[in-house]
């Protein structure tokens, strides 16, 4: 193996070792919710879901009925 391989090599260690070293310490300066915040983010994102499913089967019905009306569904 000549020295310029085993430089690349080194090299590529030292990428993937100095990658991992930056990422964890920008995790380390990541605010993490506690659990009232994390309860609460919790129900937001289910309250969207439900309120968005409820909508979309809506506009689907007001679809179905418009092309019922024109003849073009069952």
């Known amino acids: 193996m000549s020295s310029d391989e085993n430089a690349v ?3 590529k260690g030292f990428w993937l070792t ?3 070293r ?3 310490s920008e995790l380390k300066k990541v605010r ?3 659990r009232k915040e994390l309860l ?3 129900v937001t994102v289910i309250a969207v879901c439900v309120i968005m ?3 979309t089967y809506i506009f ?3 679809v179905t009925q418009g ?8």
């Open 9 to 11: 090599r080194s090299r």
């Open 18 to 20: 100095g990658y991992f």
């Open 22 to 24: 930056e990422v964890w």
């Open 32 to 34: 993490w919710p506690n």
């Open 40 to 42: 609460q983010y919790t």
């Open 53 to 55: 499913f409820v909508l």
């Open 60 to 62: 689907d019905l007001l």
């Open 67 to 74: 092309l019922q009306l024109l003849g073009i569904g069952k």
